[in-house]
């Protein structure tokens, strides 16, 4: 039976639910989609140059499935991996700047311009959102390698030039460029091999085809807790909370060196101000949810959203950052 206090509590909690749609839909509803419009009114979606069941992509649908629910707008993932996330770009510039169609991107978006000629401008061609995440690479090698620190390893490398490969996947991207800075701050010569992914990399490590690799923790940090890889440090500026025993290749012997990968949402340059606004306000909403926490803080990583105009010097920045270190630590793409 139900009381006429349970029937009252039970009517509040509907009406809460039903505030909360309420309020979600004049927010959607009190944005001008530029057009005479409101935004959104259809259909969205957002494009990553990753493949499906990635770490990425499995961030990306997740923030796809929450946008659905706080626009009441269906908002779609679209995967077209290849060219380092450069397919992916094309594909969304040819798109309107209404903000239904977002890209999310990787660091990879601004190591790019460094090594390549790309067919857009990394920065002025999009409008940028937010900042998603970020997290740290490890430095593991395989288990017959002689070294069990950082300044272990470097010595080992400057003993044996060019003798010792290490795996990325992909020439010009984030493994390359950890790789490559790592040798030029530490005054080491290493070779590098190219792999179609950061698994089959990883994978060719475990199997000690090649001797190491800056691997992302999401890859990374099953393995060596596995003891099929050993781990010399992370190339963040602070020790990782997964694996704190673990010292930076900062502080275990390259003083200065940081790398980190991040990832952000952008969209076609252009779009309007109140529309970047409300999808800057929402996406924040999503990344403080704890199941999206928890997902990220499993594969290394950890959310952390920005104004869009952070996002654009960040953006900016990174360029200029990657080109010098490119120049320096030779890295081409060939």
Do not use: C
């Not at 009190?30 to 409101?38: A, L, S």
């Amino acid at each position: 039976m139900i009381t006429r206090s349970r029937a009252g509590g039970m009517l509040a909690v509907a009406g809460a639910a039903m505030l909360g749609v309420s309020f979600q839909n004049a927010l959607a509803a009190g944005t001008p989609d530029g057009h005479g419009g409101v935004f959104p009114s259809k259909l969205m979606r957002i494009v990553l140059g990753f493949p499906p069941a990635s770490s990425t992509d499995l961030m990306a649908r997740f923030i796809a499935t929450n946008l659905s629910e706080r626009f009441g707008q269906q908002v779609l993932v679209e995967n077209r991996p290849g060219a380092n996330g450069i397919l992916a770009a094309e594909l969304t510039l040819k798109a309107p700047p209404d903000g239904y169609t977002m890209l999310l991107v990787s660091v990879s978006h601004t190591m790019n311009a460094a090594v390549r000629k790309l067919p857009f401008d990394p920065v002025r061609s999009f409008t940028p959102i937010t900042l998603l995440g970020s997290g740290p690479l490890m430095l593991v090698v395989h288990p017959s390698v002689p070294a069990r620190s950082v300044k272990e390893f470097i010595a080992l490398a400057r003993s044996k030039p060019g003798a010792l490969n290490y795996a990325v996947a992909g020439i010009g991207g984030i493994n390359h460029f950890a790789a490559a800075l790592f040798g030029h701050m530490a005054k080491v010569e290493m070779t590098v091999v190219p792999y179609k992914g950061g698994a089959q990399a990883l994978s060719e490590v475990i199997g000690g085809q090649v001797e190491l690799m800056f691997g992302t923790m999401a890859l990374s940090l099953r393995q060596t807790r596995a003891g099929k890889v050993r781990a010399l440090g992370v190339t963040a500026a602070k020790r990782s909370p997964l694996i704190p025993e673990l010292p930076t290749i900062a502080e275990a012997g390259v003083p200065g060196y940081e790398i980190s990968s991040w990832w952000a949402m952008v969209a076609p340059a252009g779009v309007p101000a109140p529309i970047v606004g409300l999808l800057n306000r929402e996406i924040a909403a999503v990344l403080k949810q704890p199941e999206l926490t928890q997902r990220l803080e499993a594969n290394g990583a950890f959310p952390a959203s920005s104004s869009s105009e952070a996002l654009a010097q960040r953006l900016s920045s990174e360029v200029e950052k990657w080109k010098r270190v490119a120049r320096d630590a030779n890295i081409k793409a060939e």
